[in-house]
């Protein structure tokens, strides 16, 4: 490829060179309250650029019109990693009721339908490994230490937060700081 009458190597190549950014924090509203409840979802596969953009576009849209007993709703959302589908509200503005919370299943299951993606299955746990997002069967994880597939350093995404600090502070840790580290066998030598 030639730009400005250089050689310059493809685009793909430049890819394997760069690691994978893993800042997220400043995309974040910094208006919201830190007690702002979160709720992750999980797709079972990367959305591709365009689909990535179309889910933006229902997020944002969903977030601008998200109401609880006919008041809105301060809320926000976001795609990060082109996988996780992020939805936040700031109760001290107004509360979420089941009715919205409801509201906000609805859309999780229709870009399900739109996309033929999984984003409830909690079995699939995620985690950094080779410089992307990789989902291991719970059943697996054992195995991928094991084995060295994963270590106790591996990054993993911990969707069970439930606040915006929590989002913030405990959302990607090493795998021996997650909860998961009280179910498995971290060999002495790996941590």
């Known amino acids: 490829m030639i730009l400005y009458g250089k050689p310059i190597a493809p685009p793909i190549k430049l890819l394997y060179l760069c690691p994978m950014n893993l800042s997220y924090k400043h995309l974040l509203p910094q208006d919201f309250a830190s007690d702002s409840r979160v709720w992750i979802y999980q797709s079972s596969r990367l959305f591709s650029m365009g689909e990535a953009l179309q889910i933006e576009d229902l997020i944002n849209h969903f977030a601008g019109g998200w109401k609880s007993h006919g008041t809105p709703v301060k809320g926000f959302g976001t795609l990060f990693f082109g996988q996780f589908i992020i939805l936040m509200a700031d109760e001290n503005a107004t509360g979420v009721s089941g009715c919205s919370a409801d509201s906000s299943m609805r859309l999780i299951k229709e870009i399900e339908q739109l996309y033929k993606v999984s984003m409830f299955d909690r079995q ?10 990789q989902l291991l069967p719970l059943n697996q994880v054992q195995y991928a230490l094991d084995n060295r597939f994963i ?26 700081k997650s909860w998961l580290a009280k179910k498995l066998r971290l060999a002495a030598q790996n941590i």
């Open 124 to 133: 699939n746990l995620p985690f950094i490994i080779k410089d992307k997002v």
């Open 151 to 176: 270590n106790p350093e591996t990054i993993y995404f911990n969707n069970t937060v439930q606040t915006k600090n929590e989002l913030e502070n405990n959302w990607m840790l090493p795998l021996n």
